[in-house]
């Protein structure tokens, strides 16, 4: 079996152990499959009852934890987790899957070949829901966005990203998609002036509230979303348009 890096993964024939380094990815198989989880790292809240052994983050995992779980299958992503941890679960002789997500489609595909060929799941029904909810959503009005995902200092969503081409699905053109970099940092000054119609403000990786964040863009429309349908991809898909579409419309659309 190859991941979506095309690397090689000797995936067992029948997968038992699972240790997930991702939300998204822990969230999809708990659901698929519950009971082949045996770890996830801190930040994996989905699902909520989700009782395995916590190996630190998706930056900083516990290897030797790791290690002593004995999994047939560790799950990562190339943009959420540092090669070299990778390379040493590998190099201890664990299985690694490394899925690539850049977009909503990507996603769909990923998803399918991770649960499938890597987890030896059959396709779950969760995965077709999401597809056909996302399938024929009603054309929307063009509109400049910003997503600010942090503060102190400011970045956003760049190029390439998941994020912006779920807003892409509403008619939401990323002001910063041509930008050289995926998660570039910039001044709150350059945000303003950039004169969006309208600014995504995610509860995730950064908390922006009500009080946190829309103070900083005075006379522009602000929307404030869950972070979870908006940049995880997952069975939190399958709802993702409903959410998103109330959180982004403002007054007078």
């Known amino acids: 079996m190859r991941d979506d890096l095309d690397l090689p993964v000797p995936v067992p024939?029948?997968?038992?152990?699972?240790?997930?380094?991702?939300?998204?990815l822990t969230e999809a198989v708990a659901v698929s499959a519950p009971g082949l989880l045996v770890g996830a790292t801190d930040w994996c809240t989905h699902p909520a009852e989700l009782d395995v052994v916590r190996i630190r983050g998706t930056k900083n995992p516990d290897l030797d934890a790791i290690r002593a779980l004995a999994p047939d299958l560790v799950l990562a992503n190339e943009e959420e987790n540092r090669p070299a941890d990778l390379a040493a679960l590998r190099a201890a002789g664990i299985a690694v899957w490394v899925t690539r997500v850049r977009g909503l489609d990507e996603a769909f595909t990923a998803l399918e070949r991770m649960l499938v060929h890597g987890c030896r799941l059959p396709a779950p029904p969760w995965l077709a829901a999401c597809r056909a909810a996302w399938a024929g959503l009603p054309a929307a009005p063009p509109r400049r966005a910003i997503?600010?995902?942090?503060?102190r200092p400011w970045m956003v969503a760049g190029r390439d990203t998941f994020a912006a081409d779920v807003l892409a699905r509403f008619g939401l053109t990323n002001v910063f998609a041509e930008h050289a970099e995926r998660w570039p940092k910039v001044t709150v000054d350059e945000l303003r002036a950039a004169e969006p119609d309208l600014v995504v403000l995610?509860?995730?990786?950064?908390?922006?509230?009500?009080?946190?964040?829309p103070e900083a863009f005075p006379g522009l429309p602000v929307a404030l979303v869950d972070g979870r349908y908006l940049t995880w991809y997952g069975p939190s898909l399958a709802r993702a348009p409903e959410v998103l579409a109330a959180q982004l419309t403002q007054p007078g659309d």
């Open 13 to 24: 024939d029948e997968v038992r152990r699972v240790v997930s380094l991702v939300p998204s």
């Open 147 to 151: 997503v600010p995902v942090w503060r």
């Open 202 to 213: 995610p509860d995730e990786p950064y908390r922006f509230t009500a009080e946190d964040g």
